[in-house]
C-alpha cells in the first residue's frame, strides 16, 4: 500500500471570527444533557448500564446455600491476570468444594474469562460499578463475600449478536 501525507492546512486567521464560534457553542445550552448528577443518580430512563458490562465478580450458590464451586482449577489456569486463588478441598464422598476462593479485584481486568470458562456456572463477573474501598485489602474478595454478591450478572458475549443488540 502507497504511503500517503495529507497535508492539513491552518484555518485563515483573517477569515477567524471567535466571536462566531462563541455563539455557534452557545447552541450547546439547549440541547440534550448527556451528564448525570452521580451519585444521587445512577441511571434514567434512556440510560442503563449494558447487559455485558463487566464489574466486580459474584459466586452462584446452590439450593443449599452452598457455592456451586467444585474446585476444578479452570478459572485461575485461564486467568491473565493471575488473581484467583483457589486452593480445593474434598469432602469424605469424593466432592471437591473451594477451602479458599479470593479474587484480587484490584488486579482483575474483567475479561470475563472465568465466567466463560466455568464449568459450573458458578463464577460471573457482574453488571456493578460501585466498587469503592477505604482499604485495598477490601479489594480480595473471599468465597463468603463473593457468594454474598447479589447484582445481576453479566451476560455473556454471544457470537451470533457480537454487538449485543
Ligand atoms: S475477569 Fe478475567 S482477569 Fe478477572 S478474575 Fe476473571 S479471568 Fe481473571
Ligand atoms: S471454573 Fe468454576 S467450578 Fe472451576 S474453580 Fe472456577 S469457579 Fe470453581
Given at each position: 500500500m502507497a504511503i500517503t501525507v495529507k497535508t492539513v492546512r491552518r484555518p485563515d486567521p483573517a477569515g477567524t471570527s471567535y466571536l462566531r464560534a462563541t455563539?455557534?457553542?452557545?447552541?450547546?445550552?439547549?440541547?440534550?444533557?448527556?451528564?448525570?448528577?452521580?451519585?444521587?443518580?445512577?441511571?434514567?430512563?434512556?440510560?442503563?448500564?449494558?447487559?455485558?458490562?463487566?464489574?466486580?465478580?459474584?459466586?452462584?450458590?446452590?439450593?443449599?446455600?452452598?457455592?456451586?464451586?467444585?474446585?476444578?482449577?479452570?478459572?485461575?489456569?485461564?486467568?491473565?491476570?493471575?488473581?484467583?486463588?483457589?486452593?480445593?478441598?474434598?469432602?469424605?464422598?469424593?466432592?471437591?468444594?473451594?477451602?479458599?476462593?479470593?479474587?484480587?479485584?484490584?488486579?482483575?481486568?474483567f475479561c470475563g474469562y472465568c465466567q466463560e470458562v466455568c464449568p459450573e456456572e458458578a463464577i460471573h463477573v457482574g453488571v456493578h460499578y460501585e466498587n469503592s474501598e477505604f482499604e485495598r485489602s477490601g479489594f480480595v474478595y473471599d468465597l463468603e463475600r463473593l457468594m454474598r454478591q447479589s447484582h445481576e450478572v453479566s451476560s455473556l458475549w454471544d457470537p451470533a449478536d457480537p454487538a449485543g443488540q
Amino acid at each position: 500500500m502507497a504511503i500517503t501525507v495529507k497535508t492539513v492546512r491552518r484555518p485563515d486567521p483573517a477569515g477567524t471570527s471567535y466571536l462566531r464560534a462563541t455563539l455557534r457553542g452557545f447552541r450547546h445550552i439547549f440541547e440534550k444533557k448527556w451528564t448525570m448528577q452521580y451519585p444521587e443518580q445512577t441511571s434514567q430512563d434512556d440510560w442503563t448500564i449494558s447487559k455485558r458490562y463487566r464489574g466486580t465478580h459474584r459466586m452462584a450458590v446452590d439450593e443449599q446455600g452452598r457455592a456451586k464451586c467444585v474446585a476444578c482449577g479452570l478459572c485461575p489456569q485461564i486467568c491473565p491476570a493471575n488473581c484467583i486463588k483457589l486452593i480445593p478441598g474434598e469432602d469424605e464422598r469424593g466432592n471437591r468444594y473451594p477451602l479458599v476462593y479470593e479474587i484480587d479485584e484490584f488486579r482483575c481486568i474483567f475479561c470475563g474469562y472465568c465466567q466463560e470458562v466455568c464449568p459450573e456456572e458458578a463464577i460471573h463477573v457482574g453488571v456493578h460499578y460501585e466498587n469503592s474501598e477505604f482499604e485495598r485489602s477490601g479489594f480480595v474478595y473471599d468465597l463468603e463475600r463473593l457468594m454474598r454478591q447479589s447484582h445481576e450478572v453479566s451476560s455473556l458475549w454471544d457470537p451470533a449478536d457480537p454487538a449485543g443488540q
